[in-house]
Each structure stands twice: as structure tokens, then as C-alpha cells.
């Protein structure tokens, strides 16, 4: 990982306004700020550099916003810490706010610095500063953020800071946002104000339940004959990870994960019920049908899930509900998902609740494990599924986080074995997440021994194809791997639908979606960033030499990515209802 170093600034005796917060930014221990710069927020900058020198937190610079929160994203993800975001005024926001509906939707702490004005209009310069400055720039994130601020003073600064610090570290987590008005960064203020003791203003411990709502739980889950346990939004901690294979064991109960979510469960596992999906896998909907007590585990959706077991009858099995996600739940974004029966609901995370219910739940019989065979099945052309079956023997007997899948990845194709080894979506189902995210989860892995990588579409990767140069230009190693089928292949599949419930040519379906004509030369995309480009590849027997060397490249400390020319098809459904070849 590098980091610019700037020549020393010589020692001053006054300060100004953005030194102070930087200041309070260190106390924080705000590790990076990833930022495309502007002249909002030039005193901030100006602080992190000559006053702090760049080092906690360090500058990353970003040639867009949307990768600029794409990176604190996966980073948030991989290492369970929030960083820091710098928004330029007004159209810098507009220019991240989709990403930062992601964070939102994934639920991520993630602390996003704004900058407006001067909001004293005798100070601002003609023009510019005048179609920079917002009179409610908050508002333009206020529906997904936790939280909004513009502070008037220093002071004001400090415990907006402090709030917005403690507000996305609670949970549920997600994004907050302070707006720092340009002529409070650029007032000169004197001596250093006292910084408060930060680790007074901490986000609380997690909530623990009733006793009474545990014995509940216990008493429906040490009753049933067959429990199952939606695993979904959970720390990767491996505490949190043998407690749930603990608790799954001690019920021998069956367990669904989701590839929304992160690996929380070891799919190799015998009572692992069903391949993750972003929708239900026939065998999970089997699963749930057949339960007669579901725990759920702030599971993405958890009405959706009983909906796709039960269709529209009454739900027949019992339900734990443990989540604190209603603390989050709005009026504008739907993201809060159906309305889930609850026959027990505790209002808390997960991992708090999963080693008290592993106390005072009764152990059941162990029945004998059902013998799954492993599909074998191997596509003689470039599929997706040769694509994962030539990443899985690269990869063989290397510690891999996977940071990114693209959509039509079937969860057989690869096991989950560890809470690192895949961190889940993007959060808002928002096309070109995907590179700011791999890169984002790569600086967080930097030193752990594991190598980041993540397979995306090629739409994904387009729209997000400029994170590739924050991490070539700081050094942090990733691969990318390209599924491209040169189309927005998920909406040919919609067009399909629609073409056949309508009698009209489904022939047409590729109209408005093909990425061809010009072909587009991926990996001379990502050359022209300073990363390595390989393909494209282009026939199965070049799959397997050119991941190796993808490999070779990234664990010498390189960017690379790798553009496979997949053909167009998914392996599972990725609409609700099954897809069409």
C-alpha cells in the first residue's frame, strides 16, 4: 500500500477551522478518505495533507465519486470499519448517491464528509460558488443516510463528527453525513481547541434480549422436528461463525444462506439444506415448507423468503425473528422489504442472540446425513460455470476472498468454508458497484494473506472501471475477473418474458442490450490504468493459463484483470421465477 508523502509543513501557532476537524478525523481513527477533489472542501484537504501529513487517515484519490463510497463500501465490508468519504458540494454527492444507496441497503457504517458555500453568500466568488451552494444538501441523501448534519462552528463540527461517528457504527449500520460549509473550513481560529475524548461518545455494545424472549425461542427451536435457520446479515467473526455451526448442530437443523448476504455458514456442511441464492433454490423452498420453526437471523428479506415457500397461504411453521433492522426502516425506500409474521421477535443482532440461545436450547438426536453428491457436471464451452470451475482450480489451496459475483452465479458452484471467503452484494442492486468494491475489500485484506478477487459482469465493470486506477496507483492488489457476455444479459431475460406473455418475437430480445459493435477491449482498459489486462479469452483452453497467470500477477503485488468471453446464459433464476436458456 503506498502513500504519498507531502514536504513537512512548518509549525504554526494558529490553526484553521479544517485543521481542527482533521484533528478530530485522527481522534477518531479514521483510516483512508477516498475523495475526488474539489473546492468545497480545499481546506479539509490542505489539512489532511499539511497538517496531519497525510496519515490517519490517508487521502485515496478516486476519478469518481461513485467508486469513492464503492471503495469505503467494501471495505466496510471486509474489515467491519467504517472510513471516511469526501464529497465535493453539491454535484459531487449527486454523483455517489447511488452508491451510496448501496452502503445504505447493505448496511454498512460508513462516514461521508460534504462540503458547500461559503454559506455566507458575501463570501462566495460569482458563479461557481453560487450553483455549488445548496440550501438543504442533506436532503439529497437524507432517505438513505442515518443521519445529516451541517455544523456552523468548530465546536458544532466536533459532535457532529462524534454523532455521525457513533450513529453508523450502531446498528443497524449504514452511511452518515456531515456537510462542512467551505468558509467554517477556511477560518482561521487560533490555538488547537480542547479535542473531546472520543472513546466517551463509542457506539454501545450490542443489545441483548430479554431472558424471557430466549426461553421463548429456546422452547419452540428444542421442540420442533424440523427447525431451519435462514443465516443472513451476520459478523464475520469466527466467534460468530462456529457459534451458528454450534447452534445448527446442537438443533440438527437445516441452514439456508443467502448470496446476498456473506458467507455465514459453511455450504459444505451436511445440514446446509440448498446452494445460497439470490432467490430460493428449489431444495431451500423445500426446506422451509417442511419446517415447523424458522429462525431467522437478520436474514435479507425474510417475508420474501416465506413467501417463496408458502406462495399466498397462511405460513405453517413458526417464526423467530432476530433483527434490529426496523431501527432503519423509512418511508421513501422499500428497502425494509414484506412485513414477516413473528412469533418471537428479538430486536437485536444476531450474534448477541446466537450464544445465549446455544445455552438454553435442548440438543436433538443427530440424524443420519443425508448423502449429497456433488454435481459433477462440466460445460465443454465458456460458460459460466467452466468459468467457475477454472477459477476453483486456480485457486486451490489459496486463502481467496471473493468480493463480488456476478449475477447467474450458482452458489453449487463454489463452498464457502470461512466468513471471509465471499462478503455478499452490493446492498442496492445498482449496475458498476463491483470494482470500487473489490478494490475497496482488497486494501482492507492488504496484509492478511488473503488474495481479493471478484468475478463481475461486464456491464458491472464498465460503469465502475475507474477504481481500477486508485488501486494500481496505491499498490493494492485484486483480480477481476470479467464474466463478459457482452450484453445487460439480465434485461434480455425481462424482454424475453414480456415478448412471450405478449405473442411478439423474442428473437428481438437483444435489441438495446448487446455490448458489440464496437467490441469494447477490456483488458486495454484496464492497462491504460496501470493494471494488467489478459484477453480476451475467447475458448475453454485458454482459461486455465490465463487465470494462473492473473494470479501470479496479484500475489506479486499487482492490479489484473481478466476478460472471459462467457457465452450469454444464466444457472439460476435471477428474477423469482425461473429463467429461461
Not at 455450504?267 to 422451509?288: G, V
Not at 435489441?511 to 490504468?529: F, H, K, T, V, Y
Not at 492473473?550 to 439460476?572: K, M, Q
Request: hydrophobic content about 45%.
Amino acid at each position: 500500500m503506498e502513500n504519498e508523502r507531502p514536504l513537512a509543513s512548518p509549525k504554526q501557532n494558529e490553526i484553521w477551522g479544517s485543521d481542527a476537524i482533521a484533528a478530530l478525523l485522527r481522534a477518531l481513527d479514521i483510516p483512508y478518505i477516498a475523495l475526488n477533489p474539489g473546492a468545497s472542501f480545499r481546506g479539509l484537504h490542505d489539512s489532511l495533507v499539511n497538517y496531519l501529513g497525510n496519515e490517519r487517515p490517508q487521502l485515496l484519490l478516486c476519478l469518481h465519486e461513485e467508486s469513492a463510497v464503492a471503495i469505503a463500501h467494501g471495505y466496510a465490508k471486509a474489515s467491519g470499519r467504517m472510513m471516511g468519504v469526501a464529497l465535493h458540494s453539491n454535484v459531487g454527492l449527486m454523483h455517489a448517491t447511488m452508491a451510496i444507496f448501496n452502503a445504505w441497503c447493505d448496511r454498512v457504517p460508513m462516514l461521508i464528509l460534504g462540503a458547500t458555500g461559503p454559506w455566507d453568500a458575501a463570501r462566495r466568488r460569482p458563479w461557481i460558488d453560487w450553483i455549488h451552494t445548496s440550501s438543504d444538501q442533506g436532503a439529497l441523501v437524507r432517505d438513505y443516510t442515518k443521519w445529516d448534519n451541517q455544523p456552523a462552528s468548530v465546536p458544532a463540527a466536533y459532535e457532529a463528527l462524534l454523532r455521525a461517528a457513533q450513529i453508523a457504527n450502531t446498528a443497524p449500520r449504514g452511511p452518515t453525513y456531515v456537510n462542512l460549509d467551505a468558509a467554517l473550513q477556511e477560518t482561521k481560529i487560533g490555538p488547537l481547541p480542547p479535542l473531546p475524548d472520543v472513546s466517551r461518545y463509542r457506539a454501545p455494545e450490542a443489545v441483548l434480549p430479554k431472558a424471557e424472549l430466549i426461553d421463548a425461542a429456546a422452547q419452540l427451536l428444542s421442540a420442533a422436528e424440523h427447525p431451519v435457520i435462514l443465516a443472513g446479515r451476520v459478523a464475520r467473526t469466527g466467534a460468530g461463525w462456529k457459534s451458528r455451526v454450534a447452534l445448527a448442530e446442537r438443533l440438527q437443523a437445516g441452514v439456508l444462506t443467502d448470496l446476498k448476504a456473506g458467507a455465514s455458514f459453511p455450504t459444505d456442511h451436511p445440514l446446509h439444506a440448498a446452494p445460497p441464492a439470490t432467490f430460493l433454490h428449489e431444495n431451500a423452498r423445500e426446506a422451509l415448507r417442511e419446517a415447523d420453526v424458522v429462525l431467522s437471523l437478520d436474514w435479507i428479506d425474510t417475508a420474501g423468503a416465506l413467501k417463496q415457500a408458502w406462495g399466498d397461504a397462511p405460513v405453517g411453521a413458526k417464526v423467530i425473528l432476530v433483527s434490529p433492522d426496523a431501527h432503519a426502516h423509512r418511508g421513501w425506500s422499500m428497502d425494509y422489504q414484506g412485513l414477516p409474521p413473528a412469533d418471537v421477535y428479538l430486536m437485536c443482532e444476531p450474534d448477541a442472540v446466537v450464544p445465549l440461545l446455544l445455552e438454553a436450547v435442548e440438543p436433538r438426536a443427530a440424524a443420519a446425513a443425508e448423502q449429497r453428491a456433488e454435481e459433477t457436471t462440466t460445460d465443454k464451452t465458456l460458460s459460466l460455470r467452466a468459468l467457475a470451475d477454472g477459477f476453483n482450480t486456480a485457486t486451490a489451496g489459496l486463502n481467496v476472498c471473493l468480493a463480488r459475483l456476478p449475477l447467474g452465479w450458482n452458489g453449487a458452484y463454489r463452498h464457502f468454508k470461512h466468513p471471509f471467503d465471499y462478503l455478499g452484494g452490493d446492498g442496492g442492486g445498482g449496475v458498476g458497484a463491483g470494482p470500487g468494491m473489490i478494490v475497496g475489500a482488497a486494501l482492507a485484506l492488504n496484509d492478511s494473506g488473503r488474495m481479493v478477487a471478484g468475478i463481475l459482469g461486464d456491464g458491472d465493470f464498465l460503469m465502475g472501471v475507474t477504481a481500477l486506477w486508485t488501486a494500481a496507483h496505491y499498490r493494492i492488489p485484486c483480480l477481476l475477473i470479467v464474466a463478459n457476455n457482452r450484453s445487460f444479459y439480465n434485461d434480455e431475460l425481462h424482454q424475453e418474458r414480456v415478448a412471450h406473455e405478449r405473442g411478439r418475437p423474442v428473437e428481438n430480445k437483444w435489441i438495446g442490450q448487446r455490448i458489440d459493435e464496437p467490441d469494447i477491449d477490456l483488458a486495454s482498459m484496464a492497462g491504460a490504468q496501470g493494471a494488467f489486462g489478459i484477453g480476451p479469452v475467447t475458448d475453454l483452453a485458454e482459461l486455465q493459463p490465463s487465470l494462473a497467470r492473473a494470479i501470479e500477477l496479484v500475489r506479486e503485488g499487482n492490479v489484473c484483470v481478466v476478460d472471459v468471453r462467457v457465452v450469454p446464459g444464466y444457472d439460476s433464476s435471477m428474477s423469482g421465477s425461473p429463467a429461461r436458456r
